[in-house]
C-alpha cells in the first residue's frame, strides 16, 4: 500500500493550488480517502472526505466553499483542489485512506501560502 501526494507549494493569498494523492498496492476505489493537514506546532486535523465512489464528501467548517476534493477511480488517484488559499492555510498536508483496519498515510506535501 503506497499513497504519494504532490502539488504543493508557495502560493499568494487568494491563490490556487491542486493537490494529488497518487494511491498504489490495493483496490483504490473500494476506500474512502481523506485529505488532513499539519500546521507548524499544531495538531493534524481533518479537512476532507470523500466516499468511495466520490458521490459524496464532506468538509472542514475552515475550509467549506473553498476547497474541493475529488477523485479519478481510473486513475487510482485522489485530488485537493484549493481555492481562495489563506495563510493560515500553510501546513503539511496529507492523504490518509484506511485500508483493512490500518490508516495508511503519505509523505505528505507542504502549502505555503505568504506574500
Known amino acids: 500500500v503506497q499513497l504519494v501526494e504532490s502539488g504543493g507549494g508557495l502560493v499568494q493569498p487568494g491563490g490556487s493550488l491542486r493537490l494529488s494523492c497518487a494511491a498504489s498496492?490495493?483496490?483504490?476505489?473500494?476506500?474512502?480517502m481523506s485529505w488532513f493537514r499539519q500546521a507548524p506546532g499544531k495538531e493534524r486535523e481533518l479537512v476532507a472526505t470523500?466516499?468511495?465512489?466520490?458521490?459524496?464528501?464532506d468538509y472542514a467548517s475552515s475550509v467549506k466553499g473553498r476547497f474541493t476534493i475529488s477523485r479519478d477511480n481510473a486513475e487510482n488517484t485522489g485530488y485537493l483542489q484549493m481555492n481562495s488559499l489563506k495563510p493560515e492555510d500553510t501546513a503539511v498536508y496529507y492523504c490518509?485512506?484506511?485500508?483493512?483496519?490500518?490508516?495508511?498515510w503519505g509523505q505528505g506535501t507542504l502549502v505555503t501560502v505568504s506574500s
Open positions: 470523500i466516499s468511495s465512489t466520490g458521490d459524496s464528501s
Open positions: 498496492g490495493f483496490t483504490f476505489s473500494g476506500y474512502a
Open positions: 490518509k485512506v484506511v485500508v483493512r483496519y490500518i490508516a495508511r
